[in-house]
């Protein structure tokens, strides 16, 4: 226990804790992303702009395809061929990520930055023990430590995620642990060099309801702790209402909406998000009611329509939304939307209010 | 066929389905532990649990896909299937083989015209190599459900019309379409040989979101114009809540509570249940906040060692003597609401 207590210490310094609550971790600023295709350019990420101050969770939700993991892909340094970031920037703690080096790039992954991925089955290497890999990822970053001290750390870490009879777990090797453990081990994992963002992606897609709300609430606990920022990609609007302190709404690599999580749930601007909140059935509903669908299919990224993306499903397009791209209208604090409909509130508004003078 | 609208369609009794293990004695995977339920003529039942609880194996069981081991199944009151029990506690709580009559069992392919089935992951469940054409129109030969070539293109180009789907997409192959599609594509077939009983086993799981509620709706059109009787077998509660007039929670191959599903919602009796519609996301911020959440502790145990008496006994916060010893019994406590626990009494 003692252990453990000192441990979150640690996490707490490792984040410079509340003084640096508020200032911006990490500035993305219109990155856009292409992957060059033999069939043709495919703009996954098309200028999408958000920031992310410490202490903060950010949900990203959007539907297979709409670039969400990609954006966060080129945060870390990810991308592969034939993926390549062509414009816009990435600040990070004020340094320029996209200008750093391989070596460099090694050397913020995992010490800064570190991802948690959907399926940790894929992540972990099965022929290695748990133990050995976290030391791995430790000692990857600091080669300093000793091997007796590495694995108390990694010891430590494992007891924070919550998993019992950690000596016997760092024997043993990711098949023989069931899904839920495998997660955890893979958050004891990105967390041991201490990193201020966490980028997870999906990390509770692939496990069942209960073991969901288990990750969810450690999640929880160690975001209190260690105050890093957690960007959190998911489809399930459940999970975001759950974790997020905001969110971003992506379809068709823009990012249509993005605000404060009850905004974006109780006052939602975009069609789009209107339409995913009416189209799912809630659990706590008292009766039957029919769902109301988002009709039509999502966008063929290779081909994708002029003006708004959402333009070809949303019940209440009008002429302008097939020819351009809306601008970002601020709808509320920190909370805008890219959608005609709300650039033309905004000139009704400020008509009515020229009239009144 | 009886008028009455609320007489059975399937009816399923103390089912057991065990997958023998390779180089083990004894029963092997326990899947499907003792298992009763009835379908109505034209309702939804539910089916939910965590992954490794046997919902499909239960689905598939009733539809003979899978050799069942014990138990009685009954559709449209003829029994196809009927046997004994093999497996017997000996003094010592061990599991021995024992001799019993061969199971009763009859020619499925009648059946399986009215029984039909809809996969989960659509694009694993459509042979790559026949056009979607070809898919659907080979469970109309099998059943011989035309007499000239121009009737079964016919009725090709109408079950694709039903489903959403235009008619020239029948030369098209499985890979040209996207998920949603594909899921429309395996609702066809299925519907090809007019069933009058689905069993859907996560039809909508490898959908998006937005998608999943267009094939929600279009599963509930067709329930309403062809009178089918759906199976609903998925893992996210909401969605079944919502598609079933009843639902049954199962835990580690047993049957833990069956109730109508707005009722299982406000009062759920077994604690596997609370604990289940707790862990759920509700996709509105102020009630997850102000909502208290039961978190369950460890993983499931394995099917092939089960814990002994109930079998939620390991991770229940209620836990008593008694429920490490004897196997609750599964009850009726209020009108069309069954649970199986000892602290109900």
Redesign the interface.
């Known amino acids: 226990m003692e252990n453990v207590q000192q441990h979150d210490k640690k996490l707490h310094d490792s984040a410079h804790a509340q003084d640096a609550l508020g200032k911006n971790l990490l500035e993305v600023k219109d990155l856009q992303v292409s992957f060059f295709t033999p069939a043709g350019e495919v703009k996954a990420v098309g200028g999408i702009s958000y920031n992310l101050k410490y202490g903060e969770v950010m949900g990203i939700v959007g ?2 395809g709409s670039g969400k993991s990609v954006e966060a892909y080129s945060i870390i340094g990810l991308l592969q061929s034939p993926g390549k970031v062509i414009g816009g920037s990435i600040t990070f703690e004020g340094e320029d990520v996209l200008a750093k080096s391989k070596e460099e790039m090694i050397a913020f992954r995992g010490s800064k930055v570190a991802m948690i991925f959907q399926n940790p089955m894929t992540c972990l290497n099965p022929v290695y023990t748990i133990g050995n890999q976290l030391i791995e990822a430790l000692k990857a970053h600091d080669k300093e430590v000793s091997k007796e001290e590495a694995a108390k750390r990694a010891m430590e870490m494992l007891e924070l995620v919550g998993i019992n009879n950690v000596e016997k777990r760092m024997k043993q090797y990711p098949h023989e642990l ?1 899904g ?2 495998r997660q955890r081990v893979m958050i004891a994992m990105g967390l041991i060099c201490h990193p201020q963002l966490l980028i997870a992606d999906e990390p509770t897609t692939a496990l ?7 990750i ?2 450690l999640m929880k606990q160690i975001q209190k702790k260690t105050h890093m920022g957690i960007i959190f990609i998911t ?8 974790i997020c302190d905001k969110v971003s709404v992506m379809y068709a690599g823009k990012m249509v909406e993005q605000g404060p ?2 905004d974006i ?1 109780y006052q939602p601007s975009h069609p789009y998000t209107e ?3 009416r ?10 009611e ?6 039509g ?2 966008v063929d990224m290779l081909n994708p329509p002029e003006g708004c993306p959402f333009a070809p499903r949303c019940e209440k397009a009008m002429k302008i939304c097939l020819q351009k791209m809306p601008p970002y209208v601020e709808v509320g604090e920190g909370h805008r939307s890219a959608c005609w409909l709300r650039v033309q509130e905004q000139l009704n508004k400020k008509k009515e209010a020229g009239g009144h003078e | 066929m009886s008028e009455n609208k609320n007489d059975i369609l399937v009816q399923v009794d103390h089912l057991k389905k065990y997958f023998p293990v390779k180089g083990l004695k004894g029963p092997g995977v326990q899947a499907v532990e003792d298992v009763s339920l009835f379908i109505r003529r034209g309702e939804t039942l539910g089916l939910v649990g965590e992954s490794g609880c046997g919902k499909t194996t239960l689905g598939r069981t009733i539809l003979q896909l899978h050799n069942p081991t014990s138990g009685k199944i009954v559709y449209d009151g003829e029994t196809i299937f009927e046997g004994e029990d093999p497996w017997q506690a000996d003094g010592e709580g061990r599991m021995v083989h024992v001799k019993v009559p061969k199971p009763q069992q009859v020619n499925m392919l009648p059946y399986r015209r009215k029984m039909q089935i809809i996969f989960q992951d659509p694009s694993a469940s459509l042979d790559p190599r026949m056009t979607v054409g070809e898919i659907i129109g080979e469970a109309l030969d099998i059943h011989k459900l035309w007499t000239s070539k121009a009737e079964r293109t016919e009725r090709i180009k109408e079950l694709l019309g039903h489903v959403g789907l235009n008619t020239e997409h029948a030369n098209r192959y499985p890979h040209e379409f996207s998920g949603g599609q594909q899921q429309r594509v395996g609702i066809a077939r299925a519907l090809a040989v007019r069933p009058e009983f689905i069993v859907c086993d996560e039809p909508i799981s490898a959908l998006d979101v937005s998608i999943q509620s267009q094939v929600v709706n279009m599963l509930e059109d067709m329930q309403q114009e062809m009178g089918l009787t759906y199976l609903f077998i998925a893992h996210d509660l909401s969605v079944v809540r919502h598609i079933s007039s009843r639902i049954g929670v199962m835990y580690l191959g047993t049957m833990v509570e069956l109730a109508e599903s707005y009722e299982l919602n406000r009062e759920p009796l077994h604690p596997y249940t609370k604990t289940l519609l707790s862990a759920v996301p509700v996709p509105d911020p102020e009630v997850s906040r102000s909502r208290q959440r039961i978190v369950l502790e460890g993983d499931i145990p394995s099917p092939m060692n089960p814990p002994t008496g109930c079998r939620f006994h390991t991770r229940c916060p209620y836990a008593t003597e008694k429920c490490k010893q004897a196997v609750p019994e599964f009850k009726e406590y209020g009108p069309d609401h069954w649970a199986a626990c000892h602290l109900l009494g």
Not at chain 1, 235 to 242: I, M, R, T, W
Not at chain 1, 279 to 286: G, H, K, L, Y
Not at chain 1, 290 to 295: H, M, N
């Open positions: 539907e297979s069931s839920g453990m069942d309801v209960t073991i969901q709300a288990q969810l609430e489809h399930n609007l459940g999970v975001v209402a759950e999580v009850d749930f339409g995913l909140l189209s799912m059935p809630r659990v706590d509903a008292e009766s039957y029919r769902l109301i669908p988002i009709e299919t999502p």
